[in-house]
């Protein structure tokens, strides 16, 4: 089992930045793909940035050009920069991990992120 904490969120006003950070630990051998999502009041999560142990990374197209997902892998941490903030942004953010050997998805607790003036 995998446990993704993550930490960073916070308030900020538009056109700011934050960067969001996720720990793994566990059995984190088998993870193939990292990545983080969001959900907003009365929205389905989705996956907003991930990036495969192959270094492919892929960005949902409401945050291309803004956010930045990295990985420190002597970490096991990934890392979401987040620029140019805007009000629909405001969300709770969550970590992702995939299993490629086993097939399982996990999620960290979440970490809330508002864009406010």
């Known amino acids: 089992q995998v446990q993704l904490v993550e930490s960073g969120g916070g308030l900020v006003q538009p056109g700011g930045s934050l960067r969001l950070s996720c720990a793994a630990s566990g059995r984190v051998f088998g993870i193939n793909v990292r990545g983080w999502g969001r959900q907003a009041p009365g929205k389905q999560r989705g996956l907003v940035a991930t990036i495969t142990s192959g270094g492919n990374i892929n960005y949902a197209d409401s945050v291309k050009g803004r956010f930045t997902i990295s990985m420190d892998n002597a970490k096991n941490t990934v890392y979401l920069q987040m620029n140019s903030l805007k009000p629909e942004d405001t969300a709770v953010y969550y970590c992702?991990?995939?299993?490629?050997?086993?097939?399982?998805?996990?999620w960290g607790q979440g970490t809330q992120v508002t864009v406010s003036s």
């Open positions: 992702y991990a995939e299993d490629g050997t086993w097939g399982t998805h996990s």
